[in-house]
């Protein structure tokens, strides 16, 4: 299926459903991979930052987890046929590697936090096989252990919660080290699914204003990077629907 062109970005036009299905096919072929999720603050950050737009150019999966995203794409490509949300895709994935028998890693989060996280996900899906788990503050220095760790869990899947561009640099860095079949960078989802942070009103999400949610519960942080992404975000889409015309 042809890859859908937004910007710097290149995403797969597929649902949730869709990308499950691909990481379980994935995982029985022994084909490794890491998938992407891309809201608009990632697809800026990739502008300037070349590691971070290779490592995405490189991944096997790429999902718009942005609403504007999909609406940018009926504007100026093939229309998307939805959001896919790190956290709405993490969910799924791990209601699939219950059912296939799949083990996880969960890396990233604050100390404490990524087990809260696993114990919550144990509460949910109690034949899903949590291979290991480890908090996202470690030094340089301490990574190849974790990696290694990763490995020696035997888990297929990994999920890394460390923020961007931090977990992509892991990932990258790491991989041949790592053993896990398949990849997925999360951001803050962990503290979500801990409950240790709340989500956005799903009116919110289908209006692509999640971003103005995180924003209210965390201005010092966030207003600086919303601000200027959104509007490099709002300009470039300009420019480009200006030139299609």
Not at 162 to 167: A, F, H, I, S
Request: contains cysteine; glycine residues 8%; hydrophobic residues 50%.
């Amino acid at each position: 299926m042809k890859r859908v062109r937004i910007l710097n970005g290149v995403f797969d036009p597929i649902a949730i459903t869709e990308a499950v299905d691909a990481v379980g096919a994935m995982i029985r072929s022994g084909q490794r991979g890491w998938i992407a999720t891309v809201n608009v603050a990632v697809l800026m950050m990739m502008r300037s930052d070349p590691r971070l737009q290779s490592f995405v150019d490189r991944a096997t999966l790429v999902v718009a987890d942005g609403q504007p995203i999909v609406f940018a794409s009926r504007w100026i490509a093939k229309a998307l046929p939805g959001r896919v949300a790190g956290i709405d895709l993490l969910e799924a994935l791990l209601a699939r590697a219950e059912s296939e028998r799949f083990g996880v890693y969960l890396l990233g989060a604050k100390p404490g936090v990524v087990d809260a996280a696993a114990r919550r996900i144990g509460d949910r899906w109690p034949d899903l096989e949590v291979c290991g788990t480890a908090d996202g503050y470690f030094s340089t220095e301490e990574a190849a252990e974790r990696a290694r760790d990763v490995a020696r869990s035997g888990a297929q899947i990994l999920v890394v919660g460390m923020g961007v561009p931090r977990q992509e640099y892991f990932l990258e860095t790491h991989w041949l080290e790592l053993g896990a079949t398949v990849a997925i960078g999360v951001g803050g989802a962990l503290d979500v699914l801990a409950g240790a942070q709340p989500r956005a009103p799903e009116t919110l999400q289908r209006l692509g204003l999640e971003w103005l949610f995180r924003l209210a519960h965390e201005p010092r942080r966030l207003w600086r990077r919303y601000l200027v992404t959104n509007s490099q975000f709002v300009f470039l889409l300009m420019r480009e629907l200006l030139r299609f015309r």
